[in-house]
């Protein structure tokens, strides 16, 4: 049963692997300068590769977040992201098109959208790209943050939500400081990185991509990687933990435990307070306790 198990695990990873590369091709691999009239970003998105000789021009939007803000909502295409607390709360996107980025307070609930990209990704080593910046007041505790993007990087730093929604499609995520009492992160192609986290009942998922993270993880959490390396250092007690683990090629190392070959297991008592759950198709699980 249990290599049943395995090469189920090891089939799945391999499709998880398939599509990341697709997805990875359409973001990444289109070399010159296209267009992309079938781009689900829109009729007049284009890709350059290289760096320019002259200076362009850059656009800039500012605008500020109210300090009763509770929910904050953000849908991206194409543009990166940075979520973090500071003494001057607002919103700042450079590179983007005032045109297609809706922004709004509705009460409580701050949205930022990008309704059509009508802008050039550039992916040369000096380009400029389409980013996004907000800044929360400091000391907020939000009651929902959900962000949905397409291709592009998303930063978090000092974020405090009772609920945590994340997906992106081609992209890393990365986080320090972040608290959320319930957490469902999800990526298609790209790492994902938590350090000093605390996170409660989370589910982390990454198609092809490593997933590492420190801090906290408690209550009923799960890990998921189709294609990628779990790395987890944890402040609590190995005993604090039950933990279940289905991987097809890897080894497994929870505290000073190892486990090679393939297939499924657990550790740690069935009535332990928080429970873990661990799957990989290809790649190492290492869990540490502090």
Known sequence: MANNNAGRGLVRGFFLICMGIVLVAIGLSLGGKLDLGGWPFGARGSIEWG???????VTEIERGVSSETEELVVELKAASLSVRTGPEPGVRATDVSASTLKMEQDGGTFRVRENEWRNTIRFGK????PRIEITIPEGTSLRRVKISMGAGTLELAGIDAERLDIETGAGSVKGSLV????????TGAGSIEFSDARLHNARIRTGAGKCVLSGTLT?????DTGAGKVDLALRAKKDDYRI??????????IGSEEFAGVGNGSVGAADAPNRLDIQTGVGAVIIAFQ
Request: glycine share 8%; net charge negative; no cysteine.
């Open 244 to 253: 279940e683990y289905a991987r097809g090629i890897g080894s497994v190392r």
């Open 51 to 57: 760096d320019k000789d002259e200076i362009e021009d």
């Open 179 to 186: 608290s959320a009492r319930e957490a469902e992160i999800e």
């Open 126 to 129: 000096n380009a400029i790209r």
């Open 219 to 223: 209550g009923h959490s799960s890990i």
